[in-house]
C-alpha cells in the first residue's frame, strides 16, 4: 500500500512540476505543454547523465561483487533485470510512436514521424525508475528512509522536460513503465534471470574470491 501510494504521489509531482507551461498544448492525455528550454544548475544535462550512468555502473558493480547469495546482491540482480525488460520495452515504443520531442516541435502531437523520432516513452527515466524500484519494495520495512531513492526518477523526469528531452507524457510513461517492471522483478521467485545465465563464479560474487 505504501509503494503504490509513493507511485501515486511521485507521478503527480512529475505530472504538477513538469508542466510549467510556457504556452498550452494538448498532446497525450491533455498532459503536454511546451515548456521554457532550461539547462542550468541542478536541471543541467551533464547532472542527468551523472545521475543515469552512477546508477547503471553503480548498479552493475554491486551486483557483481555481492553475487545472487545475498540479500543485496540478489535485489541489484533484479533491478538489471527489470532495466533490462523496461529498456527493451521503451526502446520498441519509441519506434514504434516516433513521437517528435520538444527539442524537434513545439507541437506534443506530433506522433508516427518515423526514424530520428523517438520522444515517448522516456528511455532514462524508465531505467532510474527500474533501478531503484526493487530496491525500495527489498528494504522498505527495514529502512522506511529508502523511499527517497523514489525522488530519483522524479528529478529525472523533470529534467528531461526542462531541456526539451522529452514532453511530460513521456516521463511519466516511463516512470511507470520502470516501476511495473521493477514490481514484476521483484515479485519473481525464481533467481534473477541475468544472473541465471552469468558464469557460476558470478553468482557467487567477486567478494568471495578477495
Same mark, same amino acid.
Given at each position: 500500500?505504501?509503494?503504490?501510494?509513493?507511485? $501515486? *504521489?511521485?507521478?503527480?509531482? %512529475?505530472?504538477?512540476? &513538469?508542466?510549467t507551461a510556457a504556452r498550452a498544448g494538448s498532446g497525450l492525455l491533455g498532459l503536454d505543454r511546451y515548456v521554457?528550454?532550461?539547462?542550468?544548475?541542478?536541471?543541467?544535462?551533464?547532472?542527468?547523465?551523472? $545521475?543515469?550512468? *552512477?546508477? #547503471?555502473? /553503480?548498479? &552493475?558493480?554491486?551486483?557483481?561483487?555481492?553475487?545472487?547469495? *545475498?540479500?543485496?546482491?540478489?535485489?541489484?540482480w533484479k533491478s538489471i533485470d527489470a532495466t533490462l525488460v523496461g529498456g527493451v520495452t521503451t526502446q520498441v515504443?519509441? %519506434?514504434?510512436?516516433? =513521437?517528435?520531442?520538444?527539442?524537434?516541435? *513545439?507541437?506534443?502531437?506530433?506522433? @508516427?514521424?518515423?526514424? /530520428?523520432h523517438e520522444s515517448f516513452p522516456s528511455g532514462e527515466v524508465t531505467v532510474v525508475s527500474a533501478m531503484v524500484?526493487?530496491?525500495?519494495?527489498?528494504?522498505?520495512?527495514?529502512?522506511?528512509?529508502? !523511499?527517497? #531513492?523514489? $525522488? $530519483?526518477? %522524479? !528529478?529525472?523526469?523533470?529534467? =528531461? %522536460?526542462?531541456?526539451?528531452?522529452?514532453?511530460? +507524457?513521456?516521463?511519466?510513461? /516511463?516512470?511507470?513503465? /520502470? +516501476?511495473?517492471?521493477? !514490481?514484476?522483478? @521483484?515479485?519473481?521467485? +525464481?533467481?534473477? @534471470?541475468? #544472473?541465471?545465465?552469468?558464469?557460476?563464479?558470478?553468482?557467487?560474487?567477486?567478494?568471495? =574470491? @578477495?
Open positions: 500500500m505504501k509503494f503504490r501510494f509513493a507511485i $501515486l *504521489t511521485a507521478t503527480s509531482i %512529475v505530472a504538477l512540476s &513538469a508542466a521554457t528550454y532550461d539547462n542550468s544548475g541542478i536541471w543541467a544535462r551533464h547532472y542527468q547523465m551523472a $545521475l543515469f550512468n *552512477t546508477l #547503471l555502473v /553503480g548498479g &552493475a558493480a554491486a551486483a557483481l561483487w555481492e553475487g545472487g547469495d *545475498t540479500r543485496f546482491g540478489r535485489t541489484m515504443m519509441k %519506434v514504434t510512436f516516433s =513521437r517528435s520531442r520538444p527539442s524537434q516541435t *513545439t507541437d506534443p502531437n506530433q506522433w @508516427f514521424q518515423g526514424s /530520428g524500484t526493487p530496491v525500495i519494495l527489498e528494504y522498505r520495512h527495514d529502512h522506511p528512509s529508502v !523511499y527517497a #531513492l523514489g $525522488l $530519483l526518477p %522524479v !528529478y529525472d523526469a523533470i529534467a =528531461r %522536460v526542462k531541456v526539451h528531452g522529452h514532453w511530460q +507524457s513521456d516521463v511519466i510513461a /516511463g516512470f511507470a513503465i /520502470g +516501476s511495473a517492471a521493477g !514490481y514484476f522483478m @521483484f515479485q519473481r521467485q +525464481s533467481m534473477p @534471470f541475468t #544472473l541465471s545465465v552469468m558464469p557460476h563464479s558470478i553468482q557467487v560474487g567477486w567478494s568471495k =574470491r @578477495f
